[in-house]
């Protein structure tokens, strides 16, 4: 089986969905991930999470550091990182350089249609490469995002961190698909899954996603995760796991009475493939036998 090429742009360290989302794919016979860069504030940090996570699963893949600021908007860097721990500070989880839009403008030349860009973060470094090299992001074969609300103008969280970078990605990216928080938030684990995730300790790896989600976890008075990011990448494999519609769409950068910078707005901009439905038992299964292996 020919595994799917991805780079994925992600922001570890607050909520836990990226952690699992990187499990997931490290774990998973389905992809060959080329490299994974950080997004949005501490990118350092974050980059050091996945350095971990990747060599724990013995996967030797490049970690770039990016952009901690959205494109136009300044936002105070320094903040506290949910699942930060002391062991990061280790020479061994430095990421293999900071260039993250560099890097990514490097590997879709390198890849080309062969490569599916995902980003499950703010998209402060997917919007510079597009700008950066327009030419070289139409070459990829498609960019995949978590982000967005299809369903009412709530400005979702990675919409509303940097809507000028949204709005790029929306109107410029190759191929674009988006699975929207009005779907994912009814992802949730329930109590049985998450505490499967974290007891599993049958090697360091899993150990670790373990204890990143017990962290997230208590510092977030025991909710239980919501797999956000993981639905957006599922739809690269299970072509019906997502209801898909397609129509043009942007994102509202400025705000109005009726509206928050980050909020859809329909019928401008470019043309992108939108989550209405998802279905639930098909979705869960495919990420739980990660953990049923």
């Not at 501490?42 to 699963?57: E, P, S």
């Not at 860009?117 to 997917?126: E, R």
């Not at 019906?240 to 509206?259: F, H, L, P, W, Y």
């Amino acid at each position: 089986m020919e595994k799917i090429k991805i780079l994925i742009d992600t922001d570890p360290g607050d909520d836990i969905d990226d952690a699992l989302a990187l499990a997931y794919v490290l774990k998973s016979e389905w992809f060959e991930v080329v490299g994974i860069t950080t997004t949005f504030k501490d990118t350092l940090t974050r980059a050091r999470i996945v350095k971990k996570i990747c060599a724990l699963a013995g996967a030797n893949i490049p970690v770039y550091a990016g952009c901690g600021q959205p494109l136009k908007k300044m936002v105070p860097v320094a903040q506290e990182i949910n699942q930060y721990t002391e062991d990061l500070d280790g020479v061994e989880y430095l990421p293999d350089g900071l260039n993250a839009v560099d890097f990514i403008l490097e590997t879709a030349k390198k890849y080309g249609d062969e490569l599916v860009i995902v980003g499950i973060g703010p998209l402060c470094n997917l919007s510079r490469a597009i700008l950066k090299d327009p030419k070289t992001m139409q070459g990829v074969k498609g960019t995949v995002i978590m982000g967005g609300c299809f369903a009412n103008d709530y400005p979702e969280w990675n919409m509303f961190c940097d809507p000028d970078s949204a709005k790029i990605v929306f109107e410029q990216a190759k191929n674009l698909v988006a699975v929207g928080v009005d779907i994912t938030s009814r992802t949730k684990l329930t109590e049985a899954q998450s505490t499967q995730i974290e007891k599993d300790t049958r090697d360091p790896f899993y150990a670790y996603i373990g204890e990143l989600v017990k962290i997230w976890r208590k510092s977030h008075n025991n909710d239980l995760p919501t797999l956000h990011d993981i639905l957006a990448i599922t739809t690269l494999v299970l072509p019906n796991v997502c209801v898909m519609q397609t129509g043009s769409a942007s994102i509202d950068t400025e705000g109005s009475e009726k509206r928050k910078p980050g909020a859809v707005v329909f019928g401008t901009g470019g043309n992108v493939t939108y989550a209405v439905d998802f279905h639930k038992e098909v979705f869960f299964g495919e990420f739980m036998r990660i953990w049923d292996k």
